[in-house]
């Protein structure tokens, strides 16, 4: 029996010729009257679990993050400047949010006036709601009023001064609270503002219950149960959950615990009326009802609940709310996403220089640097240092031998970071013409990199870092096995792969990759993934919006992020995030172990280390040893320039 509730109501749906697991219809009515071509229910054993909530397995359940967040904005000015002659300023708050399709600014909403007041804290909070997919840019502007009866009409209101920031940014601000200076465009000094962010968070919206449920049956037979809760109307009772069959020892009877998305059972209210339903199998679909009992979550969450009918007696042994932490939780208490980006540079891009080119630089931007900028302009707001490991596969080097797997764009593969969105998109321009197009696509390399860095924050207990891993490639690739492997290994590490699929090619692998339909299991491990860590996204479907390309690039984002933690359970900080002790780099751990093993295979110490100090773009033995061979016999054991070094330097 399936306990993958999903999957399991799918399979309950074509049997019966139900509707489907997000209809407000009564599954058990409806299977009385839509049976299949032989007009009965399937056997006994082929009950399946159905849980009408998104998802079904524990995992599943724990991940429903909202796609979006309420936030509440709670503002305070100081030492604002005072605009009014015989008294002071009376200032209001106003609010907007840009509209990334229009560029104008929306209204959102103001707090109150505050009267004669030049250090005003409102009482009156600004809701808004936060996508972390979009780039969110907020403005506001503090009036003082003079015109009371219209306080809207802002014509009649003398501006005191404004502030404009990035929602993700000022959301990563010490103690969730961003402070900035009020500007006008004619003069300066016009205070200070403040804004603390708290999350809107509903009462159950991301929390599991989980409910143990045994007792006596007399009538012992394929006994199974349903639950329900009363609709928002309260005009009748909606199935929510079927049970598989309960196990028995004598006359005792024990089901599975139940697992059910908290929301899905109870809305906000822990005293709506629930209904269980015990049913004895048929096979020929008409099931006996052996009893339904009414009760609220309230009554039997904390004590032993004992219900006692004709056919025995139910007790309610265990009942939990499992609480679930929040994306914005784990935001607001100082989580680090760092951004990685790979560059597919095989022979199928074709060359730059062709108009057909996915790498052309015939026009301004391609569909690289336009995915690479809508994608990861949003993604850097939410690392600390804004430090991008930039790296390419399949290509060619200059002054190497060999295709390339996992190679620093800038030349240092033990310091691959260029500053922002921007320094990568600078250093892509400056070294594409440089690579040798070639083959196979790889992808295991590049992930490998990354999961090396993500295992080494955790193993140096930096518990509050994530990584994200952004791939662009043009296709198919090569090494579908390896990368599996890699992928389920990153599905216990702090990480995610984001792979957007430039140009019109068959990219039914990275479909397979995303996992949205069976979870990758590795031949290696020996095990399926711990979480879903990949999304993939066909470039093409949202070439003429790159805001859309970033929304469902990035939607699957937050819960993947959310899962991890709760995997691990690793719980949000509270208050003030504790600054983040760094050790050694990675970077330098890696460089220093790449020269040991260098050394310990012949290579001359003097050289490994000029070498390395210079910078090597591959983290391959083979071909660091190959080109320090080339270097010692060029100059004949003599002193090596530095210059001649650079010969194998991309930037």
Known sequence: VSTQSTWGYKKYKNQMGCETANSASDPARQSSERRDDKGVLPAGKDIEVIDQSEGGTESQLLNQDPLSHPLELHISCSNLINLDVTSKSDPVAFAYMKNNKTGRFDFVGRTERVLNNLDPVFVKEVNLRYFFEETQIVRIDVYDIDDESNITKLENQELIGSTEFVLAKALRSPNSTWKDSLKHPKRANNGTITIQFEEQKKCFSSDLVRMNIQGTITRKGINFLKIYRQ??????????????????????????????????LMRDNISLPLKIEFNEYQSSGAHIKLGEHIFTFAEVRDSSHVWTAAFGSIRFA??????????????????????????????????????????????????????????????????????????????????????????????????????????????????????????????????????EIADYYVRCNLLFDYFVLLILTDGQID??????????????????????????????????????????????????????IVQFVPYLQYASSPFELSKATL?????????????????????????RVMPDSIYKVKKEEFA?????????????????NVGFPVEDMDQFTDALSRVYTNTLCKPVAPQFFHSFIIN
């Open 231 to 264: 609709n928002d109307k309260g005009t009748e009772f909606v199935p929510i959950y079927q049970s598989e069959p309960a196990v028995y020892e004598g006359n005792y009877a024990m089901w599975k615990m139940l697992k059910i998305s908290a929301a899905n």
């Open 318 to 451: 265990k009942v939990e709310l499992i609480k679930r932490p929040s994306f914005m939780e784990y935001l607001l208490g100082g989580v680090n996403i760092g951004l990685s980006i790979a560059v597919d540079f095989t022979g199928s891009n074709l060359n730059p220089h062709d108009s057909g080119s996915r790498h052309s630089v015939l026009t301004a931007t391609n569909q690289y640097t336009t995915a690479m900028e809508s994608v990861g302009n949003i993604l850097q707001e939410y690392d600390t240092d804004k430090n991008i490991p930039l790296l390419g596969y399949g290509a060619v080097l200059p002054s190497l031998s060999g295709v390339s797997h996992c190679f620093a764009l800038n030349g240092n593969i033990f310091s691959p970071e260029v500053y922002t969105v921007q320094g990568a998109l600078e250093c892509y321009k400056r070294n594409l013409l440089k690579l040798m197009f070639a083959g196979p696509t790889n992808f295991a390399p590049i992930i490998k990199y990354v999961a």
């Open 479 to 532: 090494d579908i096995d390896e990368t599996k492997d890699e992928i389920v290994r990153c599905s216990e590490l702090p990480v995610s792969i984001v792979i957007v699929g430039v140009g019109s090619a068959d990219f039914s692998a990275m479909e397979e990759l995303d996992a949205d339909k069976k979870p990758i299991f590795s031949s290696k491990y020996q095990k399926g993934m711990a979480r879903d």
């Open 555 to 579: 939607s699957e984002l937050p819960k993947q992020v959310v899962d991890y933690f709760v995997l691990k359970n690793i719980k949000p900080m509270k208050g003030a995030p504790l600054p």
């Open 596 to 612: 040991r093993m260098a050394i310990s295979r012949g290579a001359p110490p003097p050289q490994v280390e000029m070498l390395l």
